[in-house]
Structure formats: structure tokens, C-alpha cells
């Protein structure tokens, strides 16, 4: 099973909280994530709870991933 397969359902959005996104980017610090979240590498959260709960839809950082790596021109 890779690690996209881990986060899918049967329908709707999923959502990815900090540690699960960390873990489908293979990166283990939270200071790597807000550097790629500043830097554009990820998209804005989709929901923020609060000040330390941020959501991401599995779908968008996907889109941005694919964007950002020159997947789609």
C-alpha cells in the first residue's frame, strides 16, 4: 500500500490533519512544513480549528503538488 492509498475513503473529502500531511510529504519536523507552507510548496489549509489544528483536503494538496513539480503546464 503506498502512501496516498492509507488516506483514501469512499467518498467525500478527506481531510489531512499536520501529522498525516508530514507523513504523505516524508518529512518529520513541523518547521519543514510551515517552511514549504510559506515557500507555496503546499496549499493553505482548508479549515483552521485553531491556532495549532490545521485541515488540508487530500485533493488540493495533490492538485498543488502536481502543479508545483511541473506535473501540469
Known sequence: MNNIE?????????LLDTKQLK???H???DATLWRYL??????QPRLTVS???????LDEVLS???KFSGGEK
Do not use: T
Open 6 to 14: 492509507k488516506f483514501q475513503n469512499n467518498g467525500g473529502i478527506v
Open 23 to 25: 507523513s504523505l510529504l
Open 27 to 29: 518529512i518529520k519536523g
Open 38 to 43: 510559506k515557500e507555496g510548496r503546499i496549499p
Open 51 to 57: 491556532r495549532s489544528r490545521r485541515l488540508w483536503a
Open 64 to 66: 498543488h503538488l502536481n
